[in-house]
């Protein structure tokens, strides 16, 4: 009986440490962000409403905002266009763009055409604003605080269930619900 | 005839390549090119996640193997360039994970396993070894039952 003590304890420890990989492992080959905690990367960048301006991402501190990477190439973004459309009318959270390796003419004809749910949208043509934010795929959502920290990164088109069981929970209680 | 065959056939081979090839970074530099070949072949594609961003055609890739040149250019030791790209896309970026407390285990384990397997295979020679030495008695003890 003895023998049998030594391969079952290793068969235990493998289950043991395959288990908690499973567990671990991240959702569809979602990556953490290690942005996560750590203050947002500043850009500055031309605005897609006025490529004569340019958009610091400085300023934005001192509220919270949702930086929204997207591109009119993208698929999922045309997706969850309707779900930015809410957020904005919800008054909630102000939505920044970053358009990511996109035409400013397509860019501004999508939004338009469908919308516009932006306060701002910064043009990164370049898509080195992108690599700084750790993006590897839009759409993109990042919450973040108004000490200008990012407390949360959504991969994916942005749905209902993310917007209500993961940002707002994350956000001050709306004016007026005390 | 077959030299002529050997050398098309070789031909065909090194055009083959040649379009396969989607990195064409050539640095002037031998030594920064080896190690831009050495970095980009372990720096993780994020968007196909088990190709590097040498082997991958995704634009992102592209945009990444222009960092590492630029990096280079500039003077950039290879741990600056994986540090600056794990701050951005965490350590799922090195394919070769870095020693860290939480990576111990992935390091360690190969080494105790082996000599884990040494010691019971050392335990299982001891043991064989003690049944031939007691051999004669226990075969007549077997065969009577």
């Known amino acids: ?178 | 005839m077959r030299t002529g065959l050997f050398l098309m056939m070789a031909l065909l081979l090194a055009a083959a390549t040649s379009v396969l090839a989607l990195d064409t970074t050539q640095l002037a530099d031998p030594a920064l090119q080896g190690r831009y070949l050495a970095l980009t072949h372990e720096l993780r594609c994020m968007q196909c996640q088990n190709e590097s961003i040498a082997d991958s055609p995704v634009d992102l890739a592209a945009d990444l193997r222009n960092q590492v040149r630029d990096q280079l250019l500039a003077g950039k030791s290879d741990e600056e360039i994986r540090n600056w790209m794990a701050a951005r896309y965490g350590d799922f970026i090195l394919f070769r994970p870095r020693f860290a407390a939480r990576t111990a285990w992935l390091w360690l384990a190969p080494g105790v396993l082996l000599l884990l397997g040494a010691f019971i295979s050392w335990r299982i020679v001891r043991q064989r070894a003690q049944l031939l030495a007691s051999d004669s008695d226990s075969v007549d003890e077997d065969q009577r039952s």
């Not at chain 1, 990367?41 to 991402?57: E, K, Q």
């Not at chain 1, 994916?156 to 004016?175: Q, V």
């Open chain 1, 1 to 178: 009986m003895n023998r049998f003590y030594l391969p079952l304890g290793i068969f235990a420890l493998l289950a043991l440490v395959l288990a908690v990989g499973i567990r671990h492992s991240p959702d569809k080959g979602i990556i953490v962000s290690p942005l996560i905690g750590k203050a947002a990367p500043r850009f500055a960048l031309p605005d897609l409403a006025d490529p004569s301006h340019v958009i610091d991402s400085t300023a934005l501190s001192g509220r919270w905002y949702l930086l929204n990477v997207w591109g009119t190439w993208c698929v999922e973004c045309r997706a969850e266009h309707e779900m930015l459309l809410k957020v904005h009318t919800s008054g909630r959270v102000p939505l920044i763009g970053l358009d990511w390796k996109d035409e400013d003419d397509r860019a501004q004809a999508w939004l338009r055409q469908l919308g516009n749910p932006y306060e701002l949208v910064a043009v990164d043509r370049g898509g080195r604003a992108a690599i700084d934010w750790g993006v590897y795929g839009a759409p993109e959502t990042f919450l973040v605080n108004p000490q200008g920290v990012v407390v949360y990164k959504h991969v994916g088109a942005l749905d209902e269930s993310t917007w209500t069981r993961e940002i707002l929970p994350r956000l001050p209680a709306a004016p007026g619900k005390g």
